[in-house]
């Protein structure tokens, strides 16, 4: 799988480093043909994102954050592989929203990852999801995703 740049570039976005852990975990596990991605945070160089979705946030505002938490997951994938040509399949994305109790539009949130990874790596970047309203998240950050992607050990 290969990452359209363009998109990025048009965006006026880019993947990150890696970040280090803020807690006792890995950021990844690798077992067999699966990576497993801890919680990765509205927190990037570029940008970043602290506050609630239906208080001080708006819909677009975590559409953002959500598109933040996913680089922040790229940059671990691309850390654990080398790059993204291994990659096989998304699997999943689950994302946490810090939200109010009344806010509904946690999916509307989430579509700002999933929306931004298919325009990165085409159609075949579509997976299944869980968009969860909770009532914060480490730091107050927005919004916090973690991923199941495949890859093929043999492009390793």
Same mark, same amino acid.
Not at 84 to 98: E, I, K, S, W
Not at 128 to 135: E, H, P
């Given at each position: 799988m290969q990452l359209n740049q363009a998109v990025?570039?048009?965006k006026? &976005?880019?993947i990150p480093e890696a970040p280090a852990p803020v807690?006792?975990?890995v950021?990844?596990?690798r077992t067999g043909n699966l990576l497993h991605l801890s919680g990765?945070?509205?927190v990037t160089p570029q940008f970043s994102c602290y506050g609630k979705l239906g208080g001080d946030l708006s819909v677009e505002q975590g559409q953002r954050a959500a598109a933040a938490a996913l680089l922040n997951r790229l940059a671990v994938i691309q850390a654990e &592989?080398?790059?993204? @040509?291994p990659l096989r399949r998304f699997v999943a994305v689950n994302g946490f929203v810090n939200c109010t109790p009344d806010f509904t539009d946690q999916a509307k949130v989430l579509n700002? @990852?999933?929306d931004l990874l298919v325009e990165l790596f085409g159609p075949q970047a579509a997976h299944s999801r869980s968009a969860v309203g909770v009532a914060?998240?480490?730091?107050?950050v927005a919004v916090e995703i973690n991923m199941i992607v495949e890859f093929d050990p043999a492009q390793l």
């Amino acid at each position: 799988m290969q990452l359209n740049q363009a998109v990025l570039d048009k965006k006026g &976005l880019q993947i990150p480093e890696a970040p280090a852990p803020v807690g006792s975990y890995v950021q990844c596990v690798r077992t067999g043909n699966l990576l497993h991605l801890s919680g990765g945070i509205s927190v990037t160089p570029q940008f970043s994102c602290y506050g609630k979705l239906g208080g001080d946030l708006s819909v677009e505002q975590g559409q953002r954050a959500a598109a933040a938490a996913l680089l922040n997951r790229l940059a671990v994938i691309q850390a654990e &592989l080398g790059s993204f @040509a291994p990659l096989r399949r998304f699997v999943a994305v689950n994302g946490f929203v810090n939200c109010t109790p009344d806010f509904t539009d946690q999916a509307k949130v989430l579509n700002g @990852a999933s929306d931004l990874l298919v325009e990165l790596f085409g159609p075949q970047a579509a997976h299944s999801r869980s968009a969860v309203g909770v009532a914060s998240l480490p730091l107050g950050v927005a919004v916090e995703i973690n991923m199941i992607v495949e890859f093929d050990p043999a492009q390793l």
